[in-house]
Each structure stands twice: as C-alpha cells, then as structure tokens.
C-alpha cells in the first residue's frame, strides 16, 4: 500500500468520524452557499482540518490555508490537499521554520481573503496591521479570543470576529464530555490504574471538573471535588459528590486531576502530605496547575518508571513517601491519550463552518467586535447532532408561542 | 396535651428543620443587626414563616404581619405567634375574607414600615398606590416579580425591590432537588406505583424538569425527555436520558409528567394516543399543561378510583382505553404531597433574611427596580449551607487572585 | 356512590396495577387448568388477595378462603368477595376473634382441599396434624417457611411444600426495587426531610439493603453502608458506596437505616454519639433492629413531635442531644408508607398461582419436603414480566446449545 | 540506563501496584509460613508474576517455574528474575519453542514440587501421568480448571486442586470492573469514539457483560442488553439498561459489544441490518463471538483504516453499508488494550498465595477433587483489600451470634 493511499485512509476515517460537518456540506453544497468566496485560513494542518476545507470547497469557496504552527502540520496531509482538493492553495513548507511560518500568513493574505479564520489570532494580526480589507473572521481558540477581545477594547479591529468555539455545543461536547474522557483515558494509558476502587479529587468544578468527575464516577470512582467558589462547591454537592479543602484530601486519595485555569494549585505545601503512591495530573491548558519546577528541585534524582510517568520521593526524611505525576504535569488527555478526537474537532469545525457561512452573509451588518457565537448557530448545530442521533424534539405551537407572550 | 403545647412542637419542629435561617440569626441576633427596623410582611401563616418572623424579631426588628392568602393561614400558627413571639404585630382574622384580607394589608401599612416583604406582590401595589414611605422590598414569588417587573418597566416602582428566590441556590434546592423529589413523592403517595419498572416522559428539562428526570432515573425509571429547545434537548441527551417527539412517545409510556410552564402541553390530539393504564399528571405551577377541560368534555362519567386519582376512557369506539390523572392536573407536588419542606423554604426565607439585611444597609443606594438576587448573598447562602453540612472548600491565595487578573 | 361500587372500585384498582396475574389468568382460565380443584387458602383478605382469588377460580378452582391475621381483614374486601365471585366460600367473621379464627381455618380444612395455600404456616400445621389428605401446598411468607423446614428436618410434612416467594424474581422486585422505594418513601412521608442533601447509613447490604442504598443514593444521598460480611463490604465499595463501621459513622451523618435482620444493630452504646437531630430508621421485618426499649427507658419523656416521629434526648448531661427514632422502630416501609403495592403483590401472586398450578400437575412426582420455587417458574415468570413492559429477548440457535455441550 | 536497570523498574512499578499481594508478604514472610516448602509453577513470565514468585521466596518457599505459553514469556523479567529473586530455579528458553517448553515442564517436575500452580492445567496433566507425589494444586484459567473437573470426574486426579480464581473477589474485580473498564478503554483507544452520545449494545449480562454495561453506562452512553436468560434479562432490565433481541437493535445502535461465551452471536444475518459506521468488538474469551469467517468471505476486499480496526462493506448491492471490527473479533481489552493491570492480577495472585498456604496445610485432609475458593479464603481477600482502601467493617457482637442461631 503506497503513501497516497494511506493519506486518502486518514483522510476518509476522519471524515467517517465527522458526521455533523458532513451533513452540513450535504445542505450547502448544492447551493454553493460561499461560491467564489475567498477564505484565508490558519489552521493546524491535520486530518480534520482537510475535512473542513474540503467541506468549504465543496461549497463554493476559494480557500488558502497555512499552519498553525510551526510544527503541527502532518505530512500525509499535506500530500492529500495538495492532490485531492479543489480550489486549495496550501502554504505550507516542508521543514517549517519561523520566519517560512510568519511567510506563509503573508502568502495567505497576498491571496485578499474576504473572511479570515484563525487558530491562535496570528493571522487575525497580521491582517489588522496589513491594513488588509477584510470582511470578517473567525477565531477557534479561547487564548486567540482572548488577544482580540483585548484589541477590540482598544478599538483596533478592523472587522468583526465570532468566538468560533464559545458556544454551548462546545462546551457540553468538547470541555464536558469530550474532555472528562479523554482525561480519565489519558491516566489509564499512562499508568494502567483501575478507576473502579480509587478515591479521585477533581479540582476545579468548572466545565471540565464538571466531565472528568462525571466520568470518573461511572466508572467507580468514588471522587471529591476541591472548589473555591462556594456555588459551584454547592452544585458539586449536590450533583452527589464530596467536597472538600484540597489540604484535607491529601492524605487519603489516589489521584488528583487539576482542572482549573488557576496555578499552583497542587503545589509545594502540598506534596509531602499525599498518600503514598498519589497519582498527580493536569487537564488544564497549561502546564502550570500543579507546580512542577518545585518537583524538580525538590527531588532531582526523579525517575520515570514508565513512559509519562515520573516518579518523586518526598525529602523529609522522617517520612520518605513516593509519588507519580504524570506527562510531566502537561495536559493528561493530550499528551498521554489522543486530545481531541474526530468527533469533538466535528463540532468545533462545523461551528467554523456555520460562522463562515453567517458571516458571508452578515458581517456588513455587524460592528468591529468579537461576537460570542449567535445563540441560533448554537441552536442549529444542536439540531444537526440530534439529526445526527435520529433525535426528534417538539415544537411549539401557535397558541403556545403566544401563550408566553402573554 | 394542650393545643398549646401542639402549635409550639409544630413550631420547634419547623425549627429545627431550618438548619441555615438558625444559623444566620445565632450571626445576626448579638448584634441585633435589625434594630428598630419596622418591617412590613404579607406571608402565608405557618410555622415555617413563624420561624422567619422569629427570626427577624431576634435580630432586633418591629414586624407587622397579615396573611398573603384568605385561606392559607393555620390557626395553631396565628396562636403561636400571638403567646410567643416579642415585637410581633399579627393582622389576621379567625375567618379571614377578601374584605377582611386586605384590610389587613392596610393595616400593616399603617403601621409604616421602612421594608416590605410579600408573597404575590399585594401588599408593594398597595404600598405604591399609598405612595407609602419604603426604604426597600423584596418579593417572594415568581408571579410577584413579574407584576413588579412590569411596574417597573412603566416607571411606577417607588422603591427598590429584591426578587428574593431569583438565586442560583433556590433554583438547584428548590426548583431541582426540592421540586424534583416532591413531584415522584406526589406520584407514589397517590398512585403506589414502583417507580424502578416505569417508562417516564419528562416534558420539559428545565430546572425543574431536570430534578424530577433525575430523581426518576435514580429511581430506576427510564426516563425519556420532550423539548422544543434543541439546546436542554442535546444537554438532556448527553445527561443520559433519551429524547423524543411526545407524539411518538405516548403510546409505550407509562407517566408522563409536565414541567413546562407552557399550557395544553398534553393535549387533545395525544389522549387517545396513550398507552392503556398511562398515568398523567402536572409539577408546573398552573393547571394548564394538561388540556384538563377538553379531557372532563371528553369523558363526562370519569371518575376517581382513589384519592386525587381520575380515571378517563377515551371515546373512540374503536379503542376504548383508560388512564388517569393525578390530582386532577394540579401541581403534583403540592397537592399530591407535602410540597416544599421546611427544608426548602429554609433556603427561600434564609434569601429573604439577608436581602431584608442587605436592603437596610444598601437600599440607599440603590433605584427604584428590581434586582436580582445578589450574587454575594448567594454566595454566602452557600456558604452557610455548605458550613451546615460540614464542608469546607479551598480559597484563592493571593499570588492565584493576581494570576486571573494577568 | 354506595359501598357496593366503592368495594368494586378497590377491586379494580388493584386489578390494573397486577398485569402479570391478569396475564397468567387470560391464559389459564381458556383451559380451566384448575378445572375442579380444591383449594384451601388462608391469607390476608385484601383487594390484591381477591384478585388472586378471582383469577384461581377463573382458572377453574373451588376456593375456600379464611385470614391469615384475625385483624387484617378489610370488609369491603368481604362484601367484594361475597357477591362477585364464584366458586368462593369465604370463611371470615366480621369481628374476627383468636377463637373464631382457628374455627375459620378449621372449616376451610373441612371442604377437604386437595392444595393449600398459606401465608404463616397456621393452616399447614393443622392440615398435618389433621392427617388430611392433602396433594402439596404453597407458603407465601419466610416465617412459614422456615417453620415447616423445622417440620421437614423432623420428617413430619405430610405433602410437598413450595416455598412460593424463595425466587429471583421476588428477592429483586420486592426486597430490592420495591422495599428500597417504599422505605425511603416511608421516611419522607412521615419526615418530610429532603433526601438529596443527607448523608444515609443503610446497615447491612442485603437484597433490601442494596435496594434501599441504590434509592437514596438514585435521589442524591451520600450514602455509607454498615456490614459484618467482607464480601458483601466489598460489592458494596465497588458499587460506589463508602464503607465504614457504624461507631464512626454516628457523629457525621443524617439519617440511619437497618436492613440486618439482626437484633440491637444500633443499640446502647451508640445512641449518644448520634448527630444532633439524626433521623433513625428500620426497614427490617422485626422492631428489634434497634433498641427501642433501652431508648424508652433513656428518655421517658420522649414525645412525638409528628405522627411516627419519637423524640429523643439523650441523657448525658455534659452533651444533650435530641434525635428522632420513625415509627417506633417498627417497619418503616409498611407502618409509615403503603408497604408492598399492588404491583409487588402482582408479583408474589404471580408466584403463588403459577405455583398451586404446578402442584395440580407435579405434586405427585415430589417428596415431602420444602421446596424452592422451580428455578422454570422464576423464568417464566420473568419471561411475563417481560412481555409486560413489551421487552423482548434472545434466544440461542440450535447450533448454540450444542456449543455449550462442547 | 542500562538494561539491568530496567527490568528492576517494571518489576517495582507491577509491585508498587499490587498492594494487597504486599500486604500478605508482610505477614508471611516473617513466619516463613512456607519455609522449605517446594513449589513447581507454571505461569506466564510477567512482572507480576515475578512479584508473586518474590512474594513466596520470601515466605520461604523453594521454587521452580517454567513458562505457561512458549511466547509469552517477557525478556526482561527472566533477566530479573535471573538475577535477583533467591530460591527460585527458573527453567525457561531464550527461543521457546514448544519441545523446550515440555521439556521445561519435566525439569520442573524433576524438581519435586510438593505443590503445583498452573496456568492452564498442563503441568498438572504432566504430573499426574508421570505419578509424581504431589500434595496439592491450584489452577489459575478457567479452561484449566473445566480440564480439571474432566479428569476428577473420571476419578483421575491424584491430588486436590483449587480452582483459585473461582471466587466472588475475581468475579467482581476482574470479570466485572476489571473487564468492563478494560473493555470500554479498547474500543476508545482502537477508535477514539466518544462513549457520552453512543448508543451500544452489550451482548451478555454476565459479569463480564454487567461491567461492561455498567462501565459504558457511567461514561454516558446508552446502552441495552440482549439476552437469552429471561432472569438475566429482568435484572438488566431493573438495573435500569434496556433490553432488545439484537435482531431489532441492530440498525439503530452504534457499537456491538459481544460478552456471551457463546458462539456466533453476531453472525451472517446480522451484519447486512447494521448502522452504517457501527463498530463491532468482542469482550469474550475466544474470538467466536462474531462470525470473523464469514465477514472476511463476505468481503475479501476488507481493509484497515486504522490499526487494529478493519472495514468491511455488506456486499447486498442494493444496500451497501460499511462497518468497523475491532481487533479482528479478538479480545479487545488485552489486544486492544493492556488487558489485566497489575491491579487485578495482584487479585489472582494473592488468591494463589493464599491458596497455596491453605494448601501447605490443609492438602493432607482434602479429597482428589476440584475445590471452589473456599469461602474463608475469599473472605480473608476481601478483608485485606478492604485494609489496603482504609476501610474498617463492623463485626457480629456475641449476642448477635446467638441471636441468628435461635
């Protein structure tokens, strides 16, 4: 089997695991909806990316695309959109380095995209600063939101932007339910652990809290969660879960998982206190949830027992007590399972696609600012999954439609 | 035993199932934080209220009290606030009527208090109309709120007023849990039915409807949601239940409960569709998501097997079938069962004493509209619920308070 | 409405909520599978009871019936079976006393029934010592049964017993699904305590207890199980529940529940270290779970603050504390809530006619002895409960069962 | 780091990770209970048996073990076991082949082992034919032990034999929670599935099939049993599952698990009513439970998107569908996945150290059969991983001893 069949493989199990997107594509295909629309886009350079722009040809756009990043571009991929996609132009360099990355934005706005979608607000940027005459964009990760919304405060943008991702959709399938398996996944993996009879602390009771204690209660666990906001805290309680201070739960847990967005949170008054053969991991973005630098000072002769696994001794040397964290304290269901899976980018990119297509038709009417994503977008991919599901739901009647407006 | 003796258990009972309001006024009572505070209440007469009022007259307050309803008030109350209860002036008759009612109401007005608390909103529109002197109100009811909001709307509202239960905590305690568990309660005690080898549809997956779905499955139930948002329909599915068109879904169901606060939710196109033996009934707060009039047209011999249980035939000749409805479409809850425990408007009068609180300190400086709940006093009702269950939660350090302001 | 329709009402009633018997007699009573047997029955006369009876003698039986309690008698259930069934001698007096009870059992035993039917052993012990002549009978209750084992032990039986309600399907609908609920619905009914926010004990994890577990935990209870047996500790870890030894659990949760079988589960020396207004409770047959004598002698100034809810101090005057004992300790799912429904009852009937039809068939193949129910009835009885809730299932191939030979 | 190094690595990661084994060696050893004791073993050649063979040298065993498959021992762990463990004769080739691993049998037999474990029964075969003087055995497979039983019925066994793994401990660890969370995590690492909005169908409500179900269940999925036992079927049914012929589910569900035992349970006239895209895998021992056969007939064309994930289309030209196998019907938790985590072998393991101590002493009073874990044994595990989680249980009192003799 040569490479170019294997490349097609990649592509067609992505698409297979993308049922939304793909029937999106089915409804706006025909009409070729974005007909000779011209997309600059910066995206990782992956198999569901190619789904995406796949989609986006085959309904009428016109779509140049670089990397993300510098580094996570496929090369498989790269061979299948430059043979099988129409109207792609892919900017993209074999051994990318910095300055042919910053290039191949260049090269994508040399190409006067009308709507600009971006990973990480790179592109977004540059655009701004070229003075570039866009029509709108859209953004697909929070720290890029982040960037903008902080340009836009500043009155500096110069089109209007939807938050791609801030939608209810996405945070029920993606930080919820997408991300408490993929975690709890990530910790099996890594260390071959059965849930079933551990004491687990999640903490933080926020989206991912919320899914990675759901999963790791039905799976057996018996888990508590460590909060500071008193009505989350609350809702944990009463969702059937203990709670308690992180400091008291030390001693008699198996694994602790960091879902906060804070830092230090699990950090050097903290570690000698864990229960002998503790199990320490982050399902954060960031790697600075549970203080790792102080790990590695405090034990320098660490070791890996297994693969992501690293072993520390505590150095009191009244109580000389082991334990593991895991992927060095990065982000557990990326690093030591396989992050997002189809189905979650299927959401994820079919909010791309559905923001893409409202723009194109609305953005003249929108002002210079970052929009959350329109709540009937958010509404119409819900129906999509059902559909997907063979869900049906009811709708109001007439009298019932007046009936609250009473 | 002396019915003395009766109204002041039935007292210390209600009492000592208020955990949080005891907590609060044990806080409150040494600083006598209400101190020649005159306040007005308009309340249903029981001994959860008795409970309240004590609480206020020991945190230094003048209260003046009439019945929030002609009929509600319970005369073992009215004897125990009257031998009991310092600083109390009680405005009830034996034998209330409409007349005597709102003569009540004036009465408290007379006695001029500087904040107003009530249960439906009379007692504020009288207020207003009497362009009475009030430093602030809060309101009890949601139906309450809505007469105020639209005051407010017109401008009329001549001081500011705290929708009390509009808190994230009455919503999870007693729209969710509270709500959730009285409604089955209110099936069983009427029906006996096993709930374990039911089919359930659930209409509606609001707060409400989510409590009762969850209380069923915990049960044992299989439990199938209808909607018309596709948003809480993909949420009711990723909860684990199943989602359907109730048109499809009345013909293999068991219990169909509405919690809508729609109307004709279960209507005269679904009857003859039931399942022989479906058992039916209501836990929204109006009885009109049953089509209770086209079902007594429909079937004029019905009649009651059991205590609140009706039973119709359908009038197709061609499929004469049965099924029943629970308390003939009233809120099963409240008339099937006990409704809101002293547990749950522990919750609501624990609001009401620290918006009274917050309106002494704060009313100044507020206008004339209706807030919401304020989030700190949410917050600290949490905290006191969680210190009354034992639980203790985690706080930012201060290095973690300037990381989220990076 | 006259008494007459009242009684058939309750008939009916009971008739809709016991499909199963309804399924079992719409096929036995074509064939007259009884077709001039002779029954002798002594059970509670209740409408389940004359369900039961209605459908024997639909099935071709001659019925003798008397009570199994001289006090449990219902005369509507009386005036039911006297003018609507056939085929029925009812041996009942309306002011039943010890005397004419055994004079009923004795008429019963004198229309010389070929099967008997029990509920307590009484007419089994004097069909034997009578020497009649008796083709095999069936015992519905425990404490029958394990009289007539001791009777078996000794070679005394003088027929083939079957201990009708020693099956699978019995041990998971009664004593698991159907005591769970009404236990629990017995502690709301006469407590009024809101279930999701408590911390629950259930001691021993038996059939009950595990069915008592899994509601409270269903409504959201955090729930700890008490147990003397490793392995039953253990299903009940990995079931999700914690684990501990009821002297550590008094001090820290709400409510406390025995399902033992045992006697002085909570006794002297635990009551002191109780919660302050813990909730306990027994779900056992017997009242002598807990030490109600020892607690009458405690505090003989206990009142009851609610119907079925007992007061009690404890009597350590450096730490006085009240706590609440339901109905006096007695059973708390029968004397605080309806106890076994129609729809459990269908069940034992269920068992009982399927039973008394086996015997008209089998009983001369079989030995004087107790017997459990036959392991085919347990399924066939699963198999109507099955076709019930319009569940269907599997079936192995041929080719299968050989497989299984290999 | 040097290959030395390791090996002792993955021996102290498998035993850091077998607590309860551990936890027996520590009360073991110092009585060397087994001193002098001559055991010949036959197992597989892991790290955790390499814990197991430290365990019962330092209890004072003599051992001699040979490989229970000719490729299944690992490297690294005879270099261990080489090198580190006293008392134990390792017999056991660098290539294997299967004359060398009879071969080794024989030198383990020559060696006079008092007492045998085996994995698979065939030391056993070799023992008994060869008349060696063996006191007593355990067996560790469940095909073993049906070996076993043949012979003892036969009455060829020449010594006692406990099946060591017959016990509620494995049961509930390994075949339920073991398994099903093994299961559940070869499907997602073979597929990257999202388990939350699946709908999936566990063949079998066996143990296994219970914890597959249950596993699946609690990361959201919706699942439903078939079966062919109706009482199987009720508590799958009860315990809150739905329950279908697979016949009808197989259209609208989306992953097939098979956990039967039985043969063909998904075979040639299933495969063409799949869902488009529906996944298949089998949980069972034997890769039977799925008809491979016929699939790889049915389409030769058959290919893999991804490793261990096969396609195959229906070759029905009006209807072509196509659908995934996972691991080519194989176990999908040991191919798929890790299979048996130290966690659980440390459950078989401490089974067969205390069974062989059970044996050092009571072997002389047992009969030449096939002994199920006595009940004692079974509790004393569950006693000691009740100790490894810190929970303490309650014991009878004298009185209550009495009490369930009276």
Redesign the interface.
């Known amino acids: 089997m040569n490479s170019d069949s294997d490349s097609k493989?990649g592509y067609?199990?992505a698409k297979?695991?993308m049922?939304i997107l793909n029937r999106i594509v089915r409804k706006y295909s025909k009409s070729k909806i974005l007909s000779d629309f011209k997309l600059g886009m910066c995206l990782h350079i992956t198999y569901e990316t190619a789904v995406l722009v796949t989609a986006l040809s085959r309904a009428g756009a016109m779509i140049s695309l670089c990397p993300a990043n510098p580094l996570s571009s496929k090369d498989h991929v790269i061979d299948y959109l430059h043979s099988e996609v129409a109207n792609v132009k892919l900017f993209v360099n074999n051994r990318e380095d910095y300055s042919s990355f910053y290039k191949n934005m260049d090269r994508v706005l040399d190409t006067k995209p009308q709507i600009i979608t971006d990973d990480g607000g790179e592109l977004h940027k540059k655009a701004i600063l070229r003075s570039q005459n866009v029509v709108g964009g859209t953004e697909e990760t929070t720290s890029g939101v982040n960037r903008l919304r902080m340009l836009s405060k500043d009155g500096k943008l110069t089109y209007p932007i939807i938050a791609a991702n801030e939608s209810?959709?996405k945070l029920?399938?993606d930080n919820?339910?997408?991300t408490?398996?993929s975690t709890i996944?990530g910790i099996?993996?890594t260390t071959?652990?059965?849930?079933?009879?551990k004491r687990i602390v999640v903490c933080g009771y926020g989206w991912v809290g919320k899914g990675v204690a759901?999963?790791a209660?039905?799976?057996?666990a018996?888990v508590t969660i460590?909060?500071?906001?008193?009505?989350l805290?609350?809702?944990a309680?009463?969702d059937?879960f203990?709670?308690?201070?992180?400091?008291?739960l030390l001693a008699?847990n198996d694994i602790f998982i960091t879902c906060t967005g804070?830092?230090?949170v699990i950090g050097r008054d903290h570690f000698h206190k864990l229960k002998e053969?503790a199990i320490l991991c982050n399902a954060g973005h960031f790697d600075v949830e549970i203080d790792v630098n102080y790990l590695n000072e405090m034990d320098p002769s660490h070791?890996d027992?297994?693969p992501n696994v690293t072993c520390y001794h505590t150095n009191r040397s009244q109580c000389k007590k082991?334990f593991y964290l895991i992927t060095r304290g990065r982000v557990v269901n990326l690093v030591g399972a396989?992050g997002n899976?189809?189905?979650?980018m299927d959401i994820s990119f079919s909010n791309q696609f559905l923001a893409i297509v409202y723009l194109s038709k609305a953005a003249s009417k929108m002002t210079n600012r970052v929009y959350r994503m329109p709540k009937k977008l958010?509404?119409k991919l819900?129906?999509l999954?059902?559909a997907e599901?063979?869900?049906?739901?009811?709708?109001?009647?007439p009298?019932?439609i007046s009936?609250?407006k009473r």
Request: charged content about 25%; overall charge negative; aromatic content about 8%.
């Open positions: 493989k067609l199990w297979s695991r049922p209810i959709m029920l399938l919820k339910f997408g408490g398996q996944q099996i993996n071959g652990v059965m849930v079933a009879n759901r999963v209660k039905g799976m057996g018996k460590a909060e500071v906001d008193p009505l805290a609350i809702e309680y009463l059937g203990e709670v308690g201070p992180l400091e008291k008699n804070q830092f230090n053969g070791f027992p297994r082991k396989e899976s189809p189905e979650v958010d509404k819900a129906q999954v059902l599901h063979g869900v049906e739901i009811d709708s109001l009647t009298d019932q009936y609250f």
